[in-house]
Nanobody
Framework: QVQLVESGGGLGQAGGSLRLSCALSGRTASSYAMGWFRQAPGKEREFVAAISWSGGSSFYADFVKGRFSISRDNAKRTVYLQMNSLKPDDTAVYYC????????????????WGQGTQVTVSS
């Protein structure tokens, strides 16, 4: 079993920055691609970004390209989402996800989820 715990959410200002963290624990013998999703009130959960186990590959949803950056530190078993140039539309609950296998698996078939962390961006 894998556990994911997000942290770093909170209140940000438009144009500002926040950094989210996701700590991975439990059964980590396998290699996991990691990703971030978000869900705004009244909307469906949507993909934000993903990163491969090695950290060598990543990709993003179009609406965050150039603003958000995903990274990971495998020694700390932690994945990060650096969010810059925040917009009020970025307000959502952000979820960390993990899947074994190729990087696309976490976008298409996330197996494990964190509990989510709230991000609120004021204008």
């Amino acid at each position: 079993q894998v556990q994911l715990v997000e942290s770093g959410g909170g209140l940000g200002q438009a144009g500002g920055s926040l950094r989210l963290s996701c700590a991975l624990s439990g059964r980590t013998a396998s290699s996991y691609a990691m990703g971030w999703f978000r869900q705004a009130p009244g909307k469906e959960r949507e993909f934000v970004a993903a990163i491969s186990w090695s950290g060598g590959s990543s990709f993003y949803a179009d609406f965050v390209k150039g603003r958000f950056s995903i990274s990971r530190d495998n020694a700390k078993r932690t994945v990060y989402l650096q969010m810059n140039s925040l917009k009020p539309d970025d307000t959502a609950v952000y979820y960390c996800a993990a899947s074994s296998g190729v990087i696309a698996a976490v976008r298409d078939r996330p197996r494990y989820w964190g509990q989510g962390t709230q991000v609120t961006v004021s204008s």
